[in-house]
């Protein structure tokens, strides 16, 4: 596609409960990155893939977070048993080289 | 180390002036520090970026000025304009590395 897709764009989970944002990079960009933004504030790293193999996790603020990518291609970040604390933008952004293309991202609000 | 600090946290410029927002950063393995321009519901979107082997870089009314020494770096925006008034962010990154990290963001108003 042209750009980044993310969905859901807006996800509104009890906390306990199990999550799962999807990104969709833009094709053939080799590395894809997941980042978290809290409410004013700058992006942070979670985790990062080059192709399927996941380089650098991290930024995974806990094993609850778990991020896939097993064809290269579409990247799921799980989040299990939410927490409120898990409330923010989740961000994907995808490169061929140097220079993110990022997703709209993900509004993710636990309650 | 890792840190990058960003300021202003917010600024308000008349239309026609120039803004200027400034990035501190510790980490000297740092080689890479691109400017992001973010609106709401939006994510950031590249603006312009530079490496440390060059002391500014002009695109169009964006311009970096780079100072390895303080390693301290900046973003103007000449001749601002309404459709300006965005957040902005500064990142700093190691190449290899490639994951980024960011400043907390500069909320940019233009006046019209």
């Known amino acids: 596609g042209a750009g980044v897709s993310q969905s859901p764009r807006y996800k509104v989970a009890k906390r306990g409960q199990d999550v799962a944002l999807r990104c969709d990079p833009i094709s053939g960009h080799v590395s894809l990155f997941w980042y978290q933004q809290a409410l004013g504030q700058g992006p942070e790293f979670l985790t990062y893939?080059?192709?399927?193999?996941?380089?650098?996790k991290s930024g995974l603020p806990s094993d609850r977070f778990f991020a896939e990518r097993p064809e290269g291609s579409v990247s799921t970040l799980k989040i299990q048993r939410t927490q409120q604390e898990d409330s923010a933008v989740y961000l994907c952004a995808s490169t061929k080289s140097v220079g993110y293309t990022f997703g709209s991202g993900t509004r993710l609000t636990v309650v | 180390q890792q840190q990058v600090k960003q300021s202003p946290q917010s600024l308000i410029v008349q239309k026609g002036g120039i803004s200027i927002i400034n990035c501190a950063y510790e980490?000297?393995?740092?080689?890479?520090f691109p400017w992001y321009q973010q609106f709401p519901g939006k994510g950031p979107a590249l603006l312009i970026a530079i490496r440390p082997d060059v002391s500014e870089k002009k695109e169009g009314r964006f311009t970096i000025s780079f100072n390895k020494s303080a390693k301290q770096f900046s973003l103007h925006i000449m001749d601002s304009q309404p459709g300006d008034s965005a957040t902005y962010f500064c990142?700093?990154?190691?190449?290899?590395?490639?994951?980024?990290?960011f400043g907390q963001g500069t909320r940019l108003t233009i006046n019209p």
């Open positions: 893939f080059q192709n399927e193999a996941q380089l650098d």
């Open positions: 990142a700093a990154g190691i190449q290899g590395a490639q994951k980024l990290v």
């Open positions: 980490n000297t393995a740092f080689d890479y």
